[in-house]
């Protein structure tokens, strides 16, 4: 069996170059504000992760397929008409702290959310802290 090598890896592109193309200007101050507040709760500065997402820190998985790589523990890409945020869920009070964060829909780990100004930011900033909390549970450094 042949592994294909993961797309999704840290780059060598400049975080700062690439908020600076994002084409909405909100968007581009929104995710200035988010990569701000990440670095700070995750202690660790933004790479950028592929082409697309900005992410934080890293940690090793592997699949019971076999199937193993790196990511970022957090995250997220400005995405035309919305960001995503990288988040994992599964940990307690995660559904509590959606419930109190505004406007936004989810997908698998993901957050997507059309302003930061349609969520509550303090709140999103509880779910990066225990987001990381329960990635370094799940995945010691």
């Known amino acids: 069996m042949v592994k294909s090598e993961n797309k999704t890896k840290v780059s060598e592109v400049s975080v700062d170059d690439f908020i600076t193309v ?8 929104d995710a200035i504000k988010i990569a701000d507040m990440m670095a700070r709760v995750s202690g660790h500065p933004p790479k950028m992760w592929g082409p697309s997402i900005i992410g934080f820190s890293s ?4 699949y019971d397929s076999g199937r193993e790589g790196d990511m970022c523990r957090i995250g997220f890409s400005p995405r035309k008409g919305k960001t995503v945020l990288y988040l994992v869920d599964g940990f ?8 109190k964060l505004g406007k ?20 999103l900033e509880e779910i990066c ?13």
Do not use: I, N
Request: net charge positive; charged share 30%; glycine share 6%.
């Open 22 to 29: 994002v084409a909405d200007e909100q968007q581009r101050l």
């Open 92 to 99: 307690d009070g995660h559904g509590a702290l959606l419930e």
């Open 59 to 62: 940690y090793h998985y592997k």
């Open 104 to 123: 936004f829909k989810t997908g698998k780990s993901c957050l997507y959310v059309k302003r930061l100004s349609d969520v509550d930011e303090k709140v």
């Open 129 to 141: 802290v225990r987001s990381l909390a329960w990635m370094a549970q799940k995945y010691p450094d």
